[in-house]
């Protein structure tokens, strides 16, 4: 019977998908299409059909193409997996050439379902011809040694702890002060730093004294910490709601709600005595 060739996945509802997952970036970075055609000068309409997945509106696959690799660029996504991701949602449409990487998609290679040897079992032949009796009392014997020694050890153990109880003075046990309380060690301020937990995914743009040092979509449960020396900006968040911020170990206020759009929110050392000195900043 010939090997059955394995089935492709459904192009036409990896290509539905394609076009949510578009709109679900652009919408977690808080970009709107009419910002992303004056940038790129394609237009709105060819857009909004890309992310409705109306094919019938766009132009020939090449065109299209283009429109997904110009559109990836300004959210922040990579520019040729999304264009790879278009090649083999799009495999349905006549117009479209089969680039190689849609055969990568659609195809996996053959399992190998070639028989194995049963292992072997039973019990060796120089075992069979001992006697089980031998076997069975050499058994008890060694668990019977194992009981007696670990009790002995632990009667030898107990008399040690007995006689050095003994040996302190009674004058040394009474006169025992229970330990003075540490004080809380002050904060260190030499260096500012942020940490940042995700409840929900959000769109984060952040600098730490003038440099980028985080730029793209941070996942629900992530955790990310941040170091400067005089101040961090953020320059845009997609989902205040959905972020989580600890400075120098005081919590933050939240910046908004879910789906709040933040831009250019500064904390320096001002900042940070400021939310020390409010009734959320007390430690």
Do not use: C
Request: aromatic share 8%; no cysteine.
């Amino acid at each position: 019977m010939p090997d059955q060739e394995p089935q492709p996945r459904d192009a036409a509802s990896e290509l539905a998908s394609f076009g949510e997952e578009l709109r679900r970036e652009r919408e977690i970075r808080g970009i709107s299409l009419k910002e992303i055609s004056d940038a790129t000068k394609i237009s709105k309409r060819f857009l909004d059909a890309l992310e409705r997945n109306d094919h019938r509106t766009l132009p020939a696959p090449v065109f299209t193409r283009g429109f997904v690799r110009e559109y990836a660029r300004y959210v922040g996504l990579n520019a040729e997996e999304m264009v790879n991701r278009y090649n083999f949602a799009a495999s349905n449409d006549d117009r479209i050439e089969k680039p190689p990487a849609v055969a990568k998609y659609a195809q996996a290679p053959p399992k190998d379902i070639s028989p194995r040897p049963a292992p072997k079992r039973g019990i060796p032949p120089a075992i069979t011809r001992i006697d089980r009796g031998v076997i069975y009392a050499l058994l008890i014997a060694v668990a019977l040694g194992g009981v007696v020694y670990w009790a002995v050890q632990y009667k030898r153990k107990e008399r040690e702890r007995a006689e050095a109880a003994e040996a302190i003075p009674v004058t040394t046990r009474a006169a025992a002060a229970p330990p003075a309380p540490v004080p809380a060690p002050k904060p260190d301020d030499s260096k500012l730093r942020m940490t940042v937990v995700a409840t929900a995914p959000s769109w984060l743009e952040i600098e730490a004294d003038g440099k980028t040092v985080y730029n793209e979509t941070i996942q629900a449960g992530a955790r990310q910490e941040f170091e400067a020396a005089e101040q961090f900006r953020f320059r845009k968040i997609g989902n205040a709601g959905g972020l989580t911020l600890t400075f120098n170990g005081t919590a933050v206020p939240t910046l908004g709600g879910d789906g709040d759009v933040v831009r250019n929110r500064i904390f320096d050392r001002a900042a940070l005595a400021e939310l020390r000195a409010g009734p959320q900043g007390a430690q």
